[in-house]
Antibody
Framework: QMQLQESGPGLVKPSETLSLTCTVS??????????WVWVRQPPGKRPEWIGS???????YYNPSLKSRVTISVDRTRNQFSLNLNSVTAADTAVYFC???????????WGQGVLVSVSS | QSALTQPASVSGSPGQSITMSCTGT?????????VSWYQQDPGKAPKLLIF???RRPSGVSNRFSGSKSGNTASLTISGLQAEDEADYYC??????????FGGGTKVTVL
């Protein structure tokens, strides 16, 4: 069974870059059926899709975040990563990595990591 | 990219059936059958309940069912149980809106 695990700092200073990595186990990140995704959820609010990447490196992003987001994939380590630059307090949220089965649904999720933006 | 509209809360007694709605537009919910529903317990990741409007993954109780009419999707929980207390989110994929979630519905079992 596929498992995903987020890792990265839980505290980021305003204007700096938030960086998280998701390690996939139980399946290959090179699977042709999946997109690898980052989703965030501010406390008490709805989930917000950040962006998706295919194992080939092709990616697409939420238009509202596109100018600040980069998602990359490392097939050798079975990992994918999120960089969100110029963060503000509004970026404080639980960040989940997940995968989608094509564009049909979110299949497996990591447990999530709370990232706070504060000086 | 606007959120899908869900009622903030729905409640019911054990054994009853409840239904919650998810209203979008012709660019998302109304554009295809890529509507999914997720159950989220506090402090946990969302869990897939329904995909492609009305299909259940293996392991999900048949008390959960989904439907759609036009730009509105619905999730029904039959035989409500105490363990069904959670937040429920709808989600839609559209060619222009891409992935968008609803605002969430909190289910309370009375």
């Amino acid at each position: 069974q596929m498992q995903l695990q987020e890792s990265g700092p839980g505290l980021v200073k305003p204007s700096e870059t938030l960086s998280l990595t998701c390690t996939v186990s139980g399946d290959s990140i090179s699977s042709t059926s999946y997109y690898w995704v980052w989703v965030r959820q501010p406390p008490g609010k709805r989930p917000e899709w950040i962006g998706s990447i295919y194992y080939t490196g092709g990616s697409y992003y939420n238009p509202s975040l596109k100018s600040r987001v980069t998602i990359s994939v490392d097939r050798t380590r079975n990992q994918f990563s999120l960089n969100l630059n110029s963060v503000t307090a509004a970026d404080t949220a639980v960040y989940f990595c997940a995968n989608t089965y094509y564009s049909n649904y979110f299949d497996s999720w990591g447990q999530g990591v709370l990232v706070s933006v504060s000086s | 990219q606007s959120a899908l509209t869900q009622p903030a809360s729905v409640s019911g007694s054990p054994g009853q059936s409840i239904t919650m709605s998810c209203t979008g537009t012709s660019s998302d919910v109304g554009s295809n059958n890529l509507v999914s529903w997720y159950q989220q317990d506090p402090g946990k990741a969302p869990k897939l309940l329904i995909f492609e409007v009305n299909r259940r993954p293996s392991g999900v109780s048949n008390r959960f069912s989904g439907s759609k009419s036009g730009n509105t999707a619905s999730l029904t929980i039959s035989g409500l149980q105490a363990e069904d207390e959670a937040d429920y989110y709808c989600c839609s994929y559209g060619a222009t809106s891409l992935w968008v979630f609803g605002g969430g519905t909190k289910v309370t079992v009375l």
